[in-house]
Every structure is written in structure tokens, then in C-alpha cells.
């Protein structure tokens, strides 16, 4: 028994390379239906921290925004939340815990470019350097973002920020000046 087809009502529309398709597709409204230009459209909620404030003495050091915290609360912190690490070893060193505390804050809070850095007391009027160890009373910042472009382009988002605050205690983040010397960065 033949099954006739009836033929099509119009013809299919011409192939296209997989670049023309690219090229045509869209997945975005309408401009008329855009919002506003942000500075990283693609994080609408993106936190805007104030400005920071560089005193004239640190103006050309870096800055970061963050929390600061003790070497001593990001072990406990590892420690805490060791249930949560695969393959933890309770002896591992106390630096391996500080990393292992970025790396659980950073995945508790979905920020990405978490760091922690040295950074300078509040007040601090003399002229950091690289011998951190030797500087124990300078603080820990866990550091969302900095003022370095790249960083400050892909600060994170609000919920993401709040998340690591309530781990904070619900504190609010500050601008904190680097520790380190200008020279000791490449060119950003």
C-alpha cells in the first residue's frame, strides 16, 4: 500500500552554516526591552562598593574589599567545615587549612575571585613591604574584589555578597590598602 505525502505548503528555508545560525539567533530581547546599560551587563546585581578613599601616602597601592578575619578564624573555619573538604587530613599545615578556608568561603558564597590577602591596618602610616611574616599584626582580608579592573569587573553579585556577610557575623565589607609594595605586581 503506497502513503502519499502532500507536499509542502512553501519551500524550507535555505541551510545555513552553523556560523550564519550563530550569527542570526538571539537569544536577548528586543533593544527597545533592554535595561539600562550596568557596568557588567552580564551581573545586573552586581554590589557597588563606595569608592575607596586612598590616602595620598598609598596612592599607588592596591586596595581591596573586603572582610578582615584573623589566621586564626580561617583555620577554625576549615577546621569546622572539614566534614566538607574530600580527602581533609587533620594535620595538614595551617597554610593548606587558610587555603582550604578561601576555597570553602568561596564555595559557600559562589564568589568566584575570592582571595585573601595582607593588608594594612586601619590608620597605618608607614610604608608596607614584602616580609609579611615579620608583620604578623597586619590583618587577613578575605577580599571580594580590589581595585585592580579586572577584579573590580567581576566583583560579585548581591546575594552573593550577602551570603558571605552572614558567614561574617553580618558584617559589612571595607576598602583595606595592600600590604605589598606597588613593585611587587606585574603591570595588571
Not at 599545615?93 to 586601619?122: C, D, Q, W
Amino acid at each position: 500500500m503506497k502513503v502519499s505525502v502532500p507536499p509542502p505548503s512553501r519551500p524550507p528555508p535555505p541551510m545555513l552554516s552553523l556560523g550564519q545560525s550563530m550569527d542570526t539567533m538571539s537569544l536577548s530581547p528586543p533593544p527597545s526591552h533592554l535595561p539600562p546599560n550596568t557596568d557588567n551587563p552580564a551581573i545586573p546585581d552586581q554590589i557597588v562598593p563606595p569608592v575607596p578613599r586612598r590616602p595620598q601616602e598609598w596612592k599607588n597601592h592596591r586596595v581591596f574589599y573586603g572582610f578582615t578575619v584573623s589566621r586564626d578564624w580561617l583555620i577554625t573555619y576549615c577546621e569546622q567545615n572539614s566534614h566538607r573538604v574530600r580527602n581533609y587530613q587533620p594535620d595538614n599545615t595551617n597554610f593548606t587549612k587558610i587555603y582550604l578556608a578561601r576555597e570553602l568561603l568561596a564555595s559557600s558564597s559562589g564568589i568566584r575571585g575570592l582571595e585573601i590577602e595582607r593588608v594594612l591596618p586601619k590608620g597605618y602610616t608607614e610604608r608596607g613591604g614584602d616580609d609579611l611574616d615579620s608583620n604578623a599584626c597586619w590583618p587577613v582580608l578575605v577580599s571580594v574584589c580590589s581595585s585592580m579592573r579586572s577584579s573590580f569587573v567581576n566583583r560579585p553579585s548581591k546575594p552573593q555578597l550577602e551570603k558571605l556577610k552572614s558567614i561574617m557575623g553580618g558584617r559589612e565589607p571595607d576598602w583595606y590598602v595592600d600590604a605589598h609594595l606597588p613593585e611587587h605586581y606585574s603591570e595588571d
